[in-house]
């Protein structure tokens, strides 16, 4: 499988994955190779990457908690003590193997260890070989609120192996589908449509390589965010609301990031067929679709004020308002939509029928 080319680094695929980085690690003499895995990827994926690379380059290891609740600033600071107490250096580099909590941190600490060292990101669930592989999108949250710190810097390299995916559930492979299917609403209605008609997620393998791309040629367009890039938020200005909301209340059963997107994606589509014109057959589809795959999450009027309570916070937000992304159709996004505030009841109605 080619290669994908972003701005400053390559995404790399499955076998020849593996054959880059040790070519890469050949070719520079860093002082010190780090890996950072959190509880669960040392247990199912590490031993994957030390067989296929076969005692190729020395390294030491550092763990961190597993889940979105340990993506904070107490984590970041655990690992840059780690790093510091194994003499790591300027010249070190720092390899992420994990999903999008481990690649999120990880490429922010080493941003920012020492004023940065370089950092690889081997991403190991399908949310994050689909969404944190392009981009070059650092941080943790703060507290409850989604990706409120970080810095946008790239990796040198990223490598998918689909091996990984055999470690996964089925729900967390359900949330990386989330983002995948959004690629096709924000930008090809037949990848869409592929995508729905799918029966289980068995042979996806080359879906994948369609939505990195996909992700790829719009942040190459846009790699700040200033205009087109902001078409992948899309179902995130609610749906990381709902999943901060879920997050931080224990009350309630924690949902992954695709799970809530999922949820964001059928509420914004109703804005989007209330503002923006998208056909009801459409919103109907996808609504029908979304429900095919994640099962419908029970909102209670107190959870809903207090869900849009934190749209305050979402990072699209300027000059006191909260920018919407949504569609005109299956495949063309409107950006920076303002949203009366009479819809969203409205919204989450639907979503409840």
């Given at each position: 499988m080619?290669?994908?080319?972003?701005?400053?680094?390559?995404?790399?695929?499955?076998?020849?994955?593996?054959l880059?980085?040790?070519?890469?690690?050949?070719?520079?003499?860093?002082?010190?190779?780090?890996?950072?895995?959190?509880?669960?990827?040392?247990?199912?994926?590490?031993?994957v990457?030390?067989?296929?690379?076969?005692?190729?380059?020395?390294?030491?290891?550092?763990?961190?908690?597993?889940?979105?609740?340990?993506?904070?600033?107490e984590?970041?600071?655990?690992?840059?003590?780690?790093?510091?107490?194994l003499?790591?250096?300027?010249?070190s580099?720092?390899?992420?193997?994990?999903?999008?909590?481990?690649?999120?941190?990880?490429?922010f600490?080493?941003?920012?260890?020492?004023?940065?060292?370089?950092?690889?990101?081997?991403?190991?669930?399908?949310?994050?070989?689909?969404?944190?592989?392009?981009?070059?999108?650092?941080?943790?949250?703060?507290?409850?609120?989604?990706?409120?710190?970080?810095?946008?810097?790239?990796?040198?390299?990223?490598?998918?192996?689909t091996?990984?995916?055999?470690?996964?559930?089925?729900?967390?492979?359900?949330?990386?589908?989330?983002?995948?299917?959004?690629?096709?609403?924000?930008?090809?209605?037949?990848?869409?449509?592929?995508?729905k008609?799918l029966?289980?997620?068995?042979?996806?393998?080359?879906?994948?390589y369609?939505?990195?791309?996909?992700?790829?040629?719009?942040?190459?367009?846009?790699?700040?965010?200033?205009?087109?890039?902001?078409?992948?938020?899309?179902g995130?200005?609610?749906?990381?609301?709902?999943?901060?909301?879920?997050?931080?209340n224990?009350?309630?059963?924690?949902?992954l990031?695709?799970?809530?997107?999922?949820?964001?994606?059928?509420?914004?589509?109703?804005?989007?067929?209330?503002?923006?014109?998208?056909?009801?057959?459409?919103?109907?589809?996808?609504?029908?679709?979304?429900f095919?795959?994640?099962?419908?999450?029970?909102?209670?009027?107190s959870?809903?004020?207090?869900?849009?309570?934190?749209?305050k916070?979402?990072?699209?937000?300027?000059?006191?308002?909260?920018?919407?992304?949504?569609?005109?159709?299956?495949?063309?996004?409107?950006?920076?939509?303002?949203?009366?505030?009479?819809?969203?009841?409205?919204?989450?109605?639907?979503?409840?029928?």
């Amino acid at each position: 499988m080619e290669s994908i080319t972003t701005s400053s680094y390559a995404v790399h695929f499955n076998g020849n994955a593996f054959l880059q980085l040790k070519d890469y690690l050949g070719k520079h003499t860093y002082s010190k190779v780090f890996v950072l895995v959190d509880e669960n990827t040392k247990e199912h994926c590490l031993p994957v990457f030390e067989k296929t690379l076969a005692n190729a380059f020395p390294f030491d290891l550092i763990a961190i908690k597993a889940g979105e609740v340990h993506k904070n600033i107490e984590a970041c600071t655990h690992v840059w003590q780690a790093l510091s107490a194994l003499d790591a250096d300027r010249k070190s580099l720092l390899i992420n193997l994990g999903g999008g909590v481990v690649t999120d941190l990880g490429g922010f600490v080493a941003s920012t260890y020492k004023r940065g060292i370089d950092f690889i990101n081997i991403p190991t669930t399908l949310l994050s070989m689909v969404d944190a592989s392009v981009g070059g999108k650092t941080g943790v949250d703060l507290g409850s609120l989604k990706n409120q710190i970080g810095v946008i810097n790239q990796p040198k390299m990223v490598l998918v192996s689909t091996v990984f995916l055999e470690t996964l559930e089925d729900r967390q492979m359900r949330s990386g589908f989330a983002e995948m299917l959004k690629h096709g609403l924000i930008q090809d209605a037949s990848y869409w449509k592929a995508l729905k008609s799918l029966s289980n997620l068995d042979t996806i393998g080359g879906d994948i390589y369609t939505s990195v791309s996909i992700k790829n040629k719009v942040v190459l367009e846009d790699p700040t965010e200033q205009h087109l890039r902001k078409i992948l938020n899309f179902g995130h200005t609610l749906g990381h609301a709902v999943e901060s909301y879920f997050l931080e209340n224990d009350d309630k059963e924690t949902l992954l990031h695709g799970e809530a997107i999922a949820v964001g994606m059928v509420l914004e589509a109703y804005l989007s067929n209330k503002l923006t014109g998208l056909p009801t057959e459409d919103l109907e589809d996808i609504k029908t679709s979304f429900f095919k795959w994640y099962p419908k999450v029970d909102f209670t009027s107190s959870d809903i004020t207090a869900i849009l309570s934190m749209l305050k916070f979402d990072k699209k937000n300027s000059h006191g308002n909260i920018n919407f992304v949504l569609l005109e159709s299956i495949g063309n996004p409107v950006i920076d939509v303002k949203i009366p505030n009479d819809l969203y009841e409205g919204a989450f109605a639907y979503y409840k029928v």
